[in-house]
């Protein structure tokens, strides 16, 4: 934006240039044209030749400071002109340097939208693999904490069938004994 504002300034100044050179002309030509002093004329005729003498001089300097200063402008614009044509590759230039670089990030991100796509449906997967498998552990934690309260009943149901077995069978001891 900077090098566009740039061109069109200088595209201004140009004109600005152009404007000053043809006022510039044609002031200097009509102060030239006021200060030409005709010498006295013997005759009252308008073509006596010494006024064709001076006024062939006249336009002999006219032309020929035109001409330089014609070609001194064309120079100039010739140079404005080539700068112009470089300023404008140059923009176009930086233009698509700018469109490679879109190109090239707008594939980046396509990438990376097809990355997380893949990525997002694979954390899907995962996520309900998971919530499967946590599920099994907690039946499987259910299933050992009642076999281990149920175990554990057991035991002791074995403790107290034991204790009971033991006692009985010293009851019986000491009966038989009793009775030999």
Request: charged residues 25%.
């Amino acid at each position: 934006i900077t090098f566009c504002f740039l061109c069109f300034f200088f595209l201004f100044l140009l004109f600005l240039f152009l404007l000053f050179l043809f006022f510039h002309l044609s002031f200097s030509f009509f102060f030239f044209f006021l200060m030409i002093r005709r010498p006295p004329r013997s005759t009252l005729s308008s073509s006596s030749a010494a006024s064709d003498v001076y006024k062939r001089q006249y336009q002999r300097r006219v032309r020929g400071t035109a001409k330089q200063e014609m070609a001194q402008q064309g120079a100039s614009l010739q140079n404005y002109n080539n700068e112009l044509v470089k300023c404008l590759e140059d923009l176009r230039e930086k233009r698509e340097q700018i469109n490679r670089e879109i190109a090239r990030e707008e594939d980046d991100k396509n990438k990376i939208q097809n990355d997380l796509k893949i990525l997002t449906e694979r954390l899907s997967r995962i996520n309900d693999s998971l919530a499967r498998k946590v599920a099994a552990r907690n039946e499987y934690d259910q299933s050992i904490q009642e076999t281990e309260a149920a175990y554990l009943k057991i035991l002791e149901s074995s403790q107290t069938l034991l204790h009971v077995l033991k006692r009985e069978s010293a009851n019986l001891q000491k009966k038989s004994q009793a009775s030999s």
